[in-house]
T-cell receptor, first 112, second 113 residues
Framework: DAKTTQPNSMESNEEEPVHLPCNHS???????IHWYRQLPSQGPEYVIH???SNVNNRMASLAIAEDRKSSTLILHRATLRDAAVYYC?????????????FGQGTILTVHP | DTAVSQTPKYLVTQMGNDKSIKCEQN?????MYWYKQDSKKFLKIMFS???????INETVPNRFSPKSPDKAHLNLHINSLELGDSAVYFC????????????FGSGTRLTVV
């Protein structure tokens, strides 16, 4: 699975939008872009994923660049509960051998 | 109902003991995983099973032996526990093939003393 690059940390204020970037310049055509987050003392939590088109769900939006070499996770209104480590991960589709390979992720701090 | 449940939540044991961690998912997923998160918070995959068949076996000491009695269950047995095995172990499952999200359990914190 191709690698991703994320900033080590980001900060935001409560109720403001947060844009978490992820670079994946070696992405292949069958790689899905997944985002997970891990709140303190909890297991990783699925946030969103996509292949080519932008995606929205109740938690967040995923904006995927046209060349697919980067993506941005958008939290529309950050809350204190969104403070977590956010992981951007690529997984190859079409195989049962896919696996989530976690990097360092981005530590998001949300200020009241 | 909890989607991916692990037992026990906490496990404290002495070096040299043998222990097991159990995982069950009620999502109907085909693929299950074990991950280890060490004290530096780095999450590393250990094993993966697809429909009871072992498909991923990362570089893990053979003291660790996974077992999947059916596709809803994946257990992890650890022999001769060492101090370095202290970590949080997470179970996860997915329908598979990248186009589906992964669901994680809440973790088992293993402390070897």
């Amino acid at each position: 699975d191709a690698k991703t690059t994320q900033p080590n940390s980001m900060e935001s204020n409560e109720e403001e939008p947060v844009h978490l970037p992820c670079n994946h310049s070696t992405i292949s055509g069958t790689d899905y872009i997944h985002w997970y987050r891990q709140l303190p003392s909890q297991g990783p939590e699925y946030v969103i994923h996509g292949l080519t088109s932008n995606v929205n769900n109740r938690m967040a939006s995923l904006a995927i660049a046209e060349d697919r070499k980067s993506s941005t996770l958008i939290l529309h209104r950050a809350t204190l509960r969104d403070a977590a480590v956010y992981y951007c991960i690529l997984i190859t589709g079409g195989t049962s051998y896919g696996k989530l390979t976690f990097g360092q992720g981005t530590i998001l701090t949300v200020h009241p | 109902d909890t989607a991916v449940s692990q037992t026990p939540k906490y496990l404290v044991t002495q070096m040299g003991n043998d222990k097991s961690i159990k995982c069950e998912q009620n999502l109907g997923h085909d693929t299950m995983y074990w991950y280890k998160q060490d004290s530096k918070k780095f999450l590393k995959i250990m094993f993966s099973y697809n429909n009871k068949e072992l498909i991923i076996n990362e570089t893990v000491p053979n003291r660790f032996s996974p077992k999947s009695p059916d596709k809803a269950h994946l257990n992890l047995h650890i022999n001769s526990l060492e101090l370095g095995d202290s970590a949080v172990y997470f179970c996860a499952s997915t329908r598979g093939e990248g186009q589906y999200g992964y669901t994680f359990g809440s973790g088992t914190r293993l402390t070897v003393v």
